[in-house]
């Protein structure tokens, strides 16, 4: 096999198992939420096209999904900052980075104020995010829904 086959199928094998990845995050998180969601969730079809988050059907959050075989806190630091921050500010959302390793449940990262009532603010470097499961996500999700929490502008400056 040659060395262009062999990357092409490397490509469409990442593809095709980042979209499985967003499937099951979906059913999962529809699974906890229940009767919560107005509309379905699903895959952002024309997010490699268009650009945008992975999830759709969570209005103001921007939800990146990835599946690894193992992640290290330098490579998650690194998705944060170099896509999910940058997918957010384009949509206009909350950024969420969700993700799983072989053999691990679901983890899901997102700006602490997100469970401090405050509204995420775009132009805050974001240093502190929280960590939680599945069932404390879709807990966060819930109040989100009921509380209609949305992005503001970002301040000309922040006071410290």
Same mark, same amino acid.
């Given at each position: 096999?040659? =060395?262009?086959?062999?990357?092409?199928?490397? !490509?469409?094998?990442?593809?095709? +198992?980042?979209?499985?990845?967003?499937?099951? =995050?979906? +059913?999962?998180?529809?699974? %906890?939420?229940?009767?919560?969601?107005?509309?379905?969730?699903?895959?952002?079809?024309? $997010?490699?096209?268009?650009?945008? %988050? /992975? #999830?759709?059907?969570?209005?103001?959050? &921007?939800?990146? #999904?990835?599946?690894?075989?193992?992640?290290?806190? &330098?490579?998650?630091?690194?998705?944060? !900052?170099? $896509?999910?921050?940058?997918?957010? $500010?384009?949509?206009?959302?909350?950024?969420?980075?969700?993700?799983?390793?072989? =053999?691990?449940?679901?983890? #899901?990262?997102?700006?602490?104020?997100? #469970?401090?009532?405050?509204?995420? /603010?775009?132009?805050? /470097?974001?240093?502190?995010?929280?960590?939680?499961?599945?069932? &404390? =996500?879709?807990?966060?999700?819930?109040? %989100?829904?009921?509380?209609?929490?949305?992005? $503001?502008? &970002?301040?000309?400056?922040?006071?410290?």
């Amino acid at each position: 096999m040659g =060395f262009e086959r062999q990357y092409l199928m490397g !490509k469409i094998n990442s593809r095709a +198992k980042g979209a499985s990845a967003e499937r099951e =995050f979906c +059913k999962e998180l529809s699974e %906890h939420l229940g009767d919560t969601l107005v509309e379905p969730l699903k895959r952002n079809l024309e $997010q490699t096209r268009n650009g945008g %988050h /992975d #999830i759709l059907g969570l209005e103001g959050l &921007a939800i990146e #999904i990835k599946r690894y075989r193992a992640l290290s806190e &330098a490579d998650l630091t690194r998705i944060w !900052k170099d $896509q999910v921050l940058d997918q957010a $500010q384009r949509v206009g959302g909350i950024p969420v980075l969700a993700y799983r390793e072989d =053999f691990r449940p679901w983890r #899901i990262r997102l700006p602490m104020s997100t #469970i401090t009532g405050q509204t995420w /603010d775009a132009g805050w /470097d974001m240093p502190w995010t929280i960590e939680v499961g599945m069932e &404390a =996500f879709a807990y966060c999700v819930r109040e %989100h829904l009921r509380c209609g929490l949305q992005q $503001q502008e &970002a301040p000309d400056t922040v006071e410290v």
